[in-house]
């Protein structure tokens, strides 16, 4: 059964292009939540998805970042313009339900470095 | 923003013996999630403890939650190299809308 799958793994911007982080999550899975991992904030909720609409948006940084759920099974995460600040882990995961009982399962991350 | 403050921030230890991390929170919770995180790669779920509950265990993992004191902590007991990792609580709100706030982790070496 694979796991929640994340591309691209590794990336290297130049300031000002486009980014666009892509996840699929885990068959039969409902929700999914976009987190961004710095040493400096840590793990932080960017936002979450519950039957393909946003509930919670709260932590997305400004303007920039924009996420989608084109369909059930497939989530985008994108930047733009990208900046040097927003070089982070960025992970997707995904659950059953809303997540507040059950599992989360994690992606590997995509590692984005803006130069 | 943080839900959760791990103590320590690093712990190292030898193989064999347990290791104790801690994890205190600000707001009333539903339940709290135990993780793990190998360097470079995502995280994985450990445990869950619901508020009602005062302690857990699963395989050599104990968990205990003081609701009272907003505080948790995750035991490790005989401790293996491959423990070594990033270990992080995360909190869901009595909401229960899935919105799981981690903590800042603590750091885990463990020397064979």
């Known amino acids: 059964d694979a796991g929640v799958i994340q591309s691209p793994r590794h990336e290297v911007t130049e300031m000002g292009q486009e980014v666009t982080l892509r996840c699929k999550l885990i068959s039969g899975h409902n929700s999914l939540f976009w987190y961004r991992q710095t040493m400096m904030r840590g793990l932080e909720l960017l936002i979450y998805?519950?039957?393909?609409?946003?509930?919670?948006d709260s932590g997305m940084p400004e303007d920039r970042f924009s996420a989608k759920m084109p369909n059930a099974s497939f989530s985008t995460l994108k930047i733009q313009p990208s900046e040097p600040r927003d070089s982070a882990v960025y992970f997707c995961?995904?659950?059953?339900?809303?997540?507040?009982?059950?599992?989360?399962?994690f992606g590997e991350g995509s590692w984005l470095t803006v130069v | 923003s943080q839900q959760g403050e791990e103590d320590p921030q690093a712990l190292s230890i030898q193989e064999g013996e347990n290791a104790t991390m801690n994890c205190s929170y600000k707001t009333s919770i539903n339940n709290l999630q135990w993780y793990r995180q190998n360097s470079g790669r995502g995280l994985v779920h450990l445990i869950l403890?619901?508020?009602?509950?005062r302690e857990k265990h699963s395989g050599r993992l104990r968990v205990t939650l003081d609701t009272s004191k907003k505080s948790s902590s995750l035991l490790i007991t005989a401790s293996r190299a491959a423990d070594t990792a990033s270990y992080f609580c995360a909190t869901v709100p009595p909401s229960n809308t899935g919105k799981l706030i981690f903590g800042q982790g603590t750091t885990l070496q463990v020397k064979p």
């Open positions: 995961a995904s659950s059953r339900d809303r997540g507040g009982g059950n599992t989360i399962y």
């Open positions: 403890i619901r508020s009602n509950e």
């Open positions: 998805f519950n039957n393909n609409v946003p509930i919670d």
